[in-house]
């Protein structure tokens, strides 16, 4: 069955420390993957996608993520974090119409 | 251009009832999918909808069941209501299928 995991589901950082959320995922086919945020008290909004190309993303807010189709992941950084980047984080995978999601890792920067 | 909205905003159900909860998508947005937020199982995808046909569904029991209508709103039901059942119901709509969702704020369910 298609996954996806998530590897931490809690992470404390201060700020301007670096940022990995890891994120695999489990379908041998064509899939194209996302990052979504949800900042506290607000809509989950789509961080960053990668369709093709260029395995290395850059989303908003100073993110990108790292396609590696041999280690089948999707790796979140930032380089220095602030903390406004306090939100919970879903990694997803899509595949026929359907998106599959990771459980989330909440995020909590100490100022 | 108004954002995704569901209502209600809250409910509070006991078990054996049924719930309908509703989505109105952005406008000219043909695709409405729902998810179930939990905090220990994160999101998960219940069914997505694209002019009124459901086009793919997601592991949940037959008791979850949707539809759309020509306008694109959407309704998802939940009959026979189980306590396992208490969660933040998302509805995300999108122009193109599924590349970029934009999500609503969400119902959320308490079964008692």
């Known amino acids: 069955a298609q996954s996806v995991s998530q590897h931490n589901h809690h992470v404390i950082l201060s700020e301007a420390a670096s940022l990995e959320l890891g994120c695999n995922y489990s379908y041998g086919g064509t899939v194209n993957l996302f990052w979504y945020v949800q900042y506290p008290g607000q809509h989950l909004q789509l961080l960053l996608k990668y369709f093709s190309g260029d395995p290395l993303v850059k989303g908003i807010k100073g993110f990108e993520a790292e396609f590696i189709k041999s280690k089948f992941s999707f790796n979140l950084r930032k380089p220095s974090v602030q903390w406004s980047d306090t939100a919970e984080y879903f990694c997803?995978?899509?595949?026929?119409?359907?998106?599959?999601w990771g459980a989330g890792t909440k995020l909590i920067i100490k100022p | 251009k108004a954002g995704v909205t569901q209502t209600p905003r809250y409910l509070i159900k006991t078990r054996g009832q049924q719930v309908t909860l509703s989505c109105s998508p952005i406008?000219?947005?043909?695709?409405v999918s729902w998810y179930q937020q939990t905090p220990g199982q994160g999101l998960q995808f219940l069914f997505e909808?694209?002019?009124?046909?459901?086009?793919n569904k997601g592991n949940f029991p037959g008791r979850f069941s949707g539809r759309q209508f020509s306008n694109s709103r959407s309704e998802m039901n939940v009959s026979t209501l189980e306590l396992g059942d208490s969660a933040l119901y998302l509805c995300?709509?999108?122009?193109?299928?599924?590349?970029?969702?934009?999500f609503g704020s969400g119902t959320q369910l308490s079964v008692l």
């Open positions: 995300a709509s999108s122009l193109e299928g599924q590349a970029k969702l934009f």
């Open positions: 909808y694209f002019s009124e046909t459901q086009r």
């Open positions: 997803a995978a899509a595949s026929n119409y359907q998106l599959i």
């Open positions: 406008s000219g947005h043909r695709s």
